[in-house]
T-cell receptor, first 105, second 117 residues
Framework: AQRVTQPEKLLSVFKGAPVELKCNYS??????LFWYVQYSRQRLQLLLR??SRESIKGFTADLNKGETSFHLKKPFAQEEDSAMYYC???????FGTGTSLTVIP | SAVISQKPSRDICQRGTSLTIQCQVD?????MFWYRQQPGQSLTLIAT?????????ESGFVIDKFPISRPNLTFSTLTVSNMSPEDSSIYLC??????????????FGPGTRLLVL
């Protein structure tokens, strides 16, 4: 079965600092990986997916098959990035335990 | 995209009672899911609601405790039975399959916040 692991439950960075939210997966086939975000009092929503190789709100995530990782990165964190982030799989619709990001002004 | 509504939005229930949560989607979808979200914590898949057949439950979740119905392609219910305080959580409905693409987005409902006393 496919699983994703987010090792950090809480992450705090200062505004303007780089941020990286870690996600590791275990899957023997071709993984379908996504990052979802939940801002305060809002619904979970898609941030980005690995197949699109896109940058959304300054965030990028690269699939590293060698390290089985799909870390989410942003070079300069903003206060509005404070939210709960979930790494998820499209194969079996599982999510990691989530990382709560706080950007300190 | 898909717009999902859930009822009730929140409830406070007594131990031993049951609560049925409704999920309504504004378009026909292929797959519907129920998740449990501990506030600030993990998002756990309870089951996949299958239209016209029994739901597919994940490890640790059973039909007797979480009976699920899906009578059509736009509606599903989740019942939390014989509740205990440990069932206090946010329950989320989610869907995919609005366009049939492989790399589809999952859409989530607003959640039902349940407190069991």
């Amino acid at each position: 079965a496919q699983r994703v692991t987010q090792p950090e439950k809480l992450l705090s960075v200062f505004k303007g600092a780089p941020v990286e939210l870690k996600c590791n997966y275990s899957y023997s086939g071709s993984p379908e990986l996504f990052w979802y975000v939940q801002y305060s009092r809002q619904r979970l929503q898609l941030l980005l997916r690995h197949i699109s190789r896109e940058s959304i709100k300054g965030f990028t995530a690269d699939l590293n098959k060698g390290e089985t990782s799909f870390h989410l990165k942003k070079p300069f964190a903003q206060e509005e990035d404070s939210a709960m982030y979930y790494c998820g799989t499209g194969n079996q619709f599982y999510f990691g335990t989530g990382t709560s990001l706080t950007v300190i002004p | 995209s898909a717009v999902i509504s859930q009822k009730p939005s929140r409830d406070i229930c007594q131990r031993g009672t049951s609560l049925t949560i409704q999920c309504q989607v504004d378009s026909q979808v292929t797959m519907m899911f129920w998740y449990r979200q501990q506030p600030g914590q993990s998002l756990t898949l309870i089951a996949t609601a299958n239209q016209g057949s029994e739901a597919t439950y994940e490890s640790g979740f059973v039909i007797d405790k979480f009976p699920i119905s899906r009578p059509n392609l736009t509606f599903s219910t989740l019942t939390v039975s014989n509740m205990s305080p440990e069932d206090s959580s946010i329950y989320l409905c989610s869907v995919v399959g609005t366009s049939g693409l492989r790399w589809e987005t999952q859409y989530f409902g607003p959640g039902t916040r349940l407190l069991v006393l």
